[in-house]
T-cell receptor, first 117, second 119 residues
Framework: AQSVAQPEDQVNVAEGNPLTVKCTYSVSGNPYLFWYVQYPNRGLQFLLKYITGDNLVKGSYGFEAEFNKSQTSFHLKKPSALVSDSALYFCAVRAFIPGAGSYQLTFGKGTKLSVIP | GAVVSQHPSRVICKSGTSVKIECRSLDFQATTMFWYRQFPKKSLMLMATSNEGSKATYEQGVEKDKFLINHASLTLSTLTVTSAHPEDSSFYIC???????????????FGPGTRLTVL
């Protein structure tokens, strides 16, 4: 069965510093990987995805993620954090679920990012 | 980008009443819609997957008679919480996936969520 691990419940970073939010995954076959951001009392907003191609994926709001097949990781990064980046971040993997007969997203538990002014 | 709307955004109801939440894909057709439940400071829990015109597939532990899902068209799915109780209070998020080969391909997009509070 597929799974996603986000080992950090919370990440604190000073404004202007680089940030990393960690994610590792387990899935059969080639992984389709996603990062979403959630602001309080809001739904999920898509940040970026990896399907194939370059291991470094660039997404919205200056975020990027690096796919590492050998380490089964897909860490989210940003060179310079903004206070407005403070939110809940979810990593997800898409896999085909035979019982459901369709693809489903499996989410990590989320990491709360706090950017300190 | 593709937009998914949910209505209402927030609802407060009395215990024992039923509440209906609508999920619409505004600018694309969605053959598959998903309903998630999110507890405070927790991840999203998939409740059910619904395909247009067929019965929803519920995840283990989700009561199908309590959480009624209807997916009557390619742009609308509804979740009805029947005989709601305080423990049903939660944040419910829907998601819609486009048709493969369509304008948004088979990407999955999320609604803004509905905060349900049962008194």
């Amino acid at each position: 069965a597929q799974s996603v691990a986000q080992p950090e419940d919370q990440v604190n970073v000073a404004e202007g510093n680089p940030l990393t939010v960690k994610c590792t995954y387990s899935v059969s076959g080639n992984p389709y990987l996603f990062w979403y951001v959630q602001y309080p009392n809001r739904g999920l907003q898509f940040l970026l995805k990896y399907i194939t191609g370059d291991n470094l994926v660039k997404g919205s709001y200056g975020f990027e993620a690096e796919f590492n097949k050998s380490q089964t990781s897909f860490h989210l990064k940003k060179p310079s954090a903004l206070v407005s980046d403070s939110a809940l971040y979810f990593c997800a993997v898409r896999a085909f679920i035979p019982g459901a007969g369709s693809y489903q997203l499996t989410f990590g538990k989320g990491t709360k990012l706090s950017v300190i002014p | 980008g593709a937009v998914v709307s949910q209505h209402p955004s927030r609802v407060i109801c009395k215990s024992g009443t039923s509440v209906k939440i609508e999920c619409r894909s505004l600018d694309f057709q969605a053959t598959t819609m998903f309903w998630y439940r999110q507890f405070p400071k927790k991840s999203l829990m998939l409740m059910a997957t619904s395909n247009e015109g067929s019965k929803a597939t519920y995840e283990q532990g989700v009561e199908k008679d309590k959480f009624l899902i209807n997916h009557a068209s390619l742009t609308l799915s509804t979740l009805t919480v029947t005989s709601a109780h305080p423990e049903d209070s939660s944040f419910y998020i829907c998601s819609a996936r486009g048709l493969a080969g369509g304008p948004v391909n088979d990407e999955q997009f999320f609604g803004p969520g509905t905060r349900l509070t049962v008194l």
